[in-house]
């Protein structure tokens, strides 16, 4: 199974952009790449995905490394709101077309006023 | 409002005493899925469901039971409960089974087994 290792935590001043890592060295060529995030006492939220270029969305960007064994969510402007626990995560299908569903330990992220 | 929610949202039950937690989503999805929350293990997959009467098992099935009789409905069984079960489960949907979908999560469930 294809796993991902990120940074058990981070800090970072508010208004800052904050680059989170995640490594996934063993990932296959199908393997897209999730962010998720969870907020205190509530269920994940969805963040960014990519499969091989880089994204870009209203709530941050997903840096994808060449090979594909590494990528990085970079929130640009980090607010108080934006403290959270951070999981990268590989979505892939086996040969009989299940989906499976790798997380990451997850980052928790906070932030300094 | 498109979301996924689960009851009930706390429970504290006994051991062996049979319950259920049920899971719905109003936004016409296919695939469903159920997970467990424990302190420092992240989220584990439970079981999943890629449409009406067909559901896998995930990473950590044992003792749980899933069906999906109607398409909005994913209910979680645990027939006789025991302490190692007493965690915070999430259930999510997404639009089908592709890798590249979003899942929307429920707002969860914290189980007590005593």
């Known amino acids: 199974d294809a796993k991902t290792t990120q940074p058990n935590s981070m800090e970072s001043n508010e208004e800052e952009p904050v680059h989170l890592p995640c490594n996934h060295s063993t990932i296959s060529g199908t393997d897209y790449i999730h962010w998720y995030r969870q907020l205190p006492s509530q269920g994940p939220e969805y963040v960014i995905h990519g499969l091989t270029s880089n994204v870009n969305n209203r709530m941050a960007s997903l840096a994808i490394a060449e090979d594909r064994k590494s990528s990085t969510l970079i929130l640009h402007r980090a607010t108080l709101r934006d403290a959270a626990v951070y999981y990268c995560?590989?979505?892939?299908?086996?040969?009989?077309?299940?989906?499976?569903?790798?997380f990451g330990t997850g980052t928790r992220l906070t932030i300094i006023p | 409002e498109a979301q996924v929610t689960q009851n009930p949202r706390y429970l504290i039950t006994v051991t062996g005493k049979k319950l259920t937690v049920t899971c719905s989503q109003n936004?016409?999805?296919?695939?469903m899925s159920w997970y467990r929350q424990d302190p420092g293990l992240g989220l584990r997959q439970i079981y999943y469901s890629m449409n009406v009467e067909v559901t896998d098992k995930g990473d950590v099935p044992e003792g749980y039971k899933v069906s999906r009789k109607e398409k909005r409905n994913f209910p979680l069984i645990l027939e006789s409960p025991s302490p190692n079960q007493t965690s915070l489960y999430f259930c999510a949907s997404s639009p089908f089974h592709r890798t590249s979908d979003t899942q929307y999560f429920g707002p969860g469930t914290r189980l007590t087994v005593l």
């Open positions: 936004m016409n999805h296919e695939y």
């Open positions: 995560i590989l979505r892939s299908a086996d040969n009989f077309g299940n989906e499976k569903l790798t």
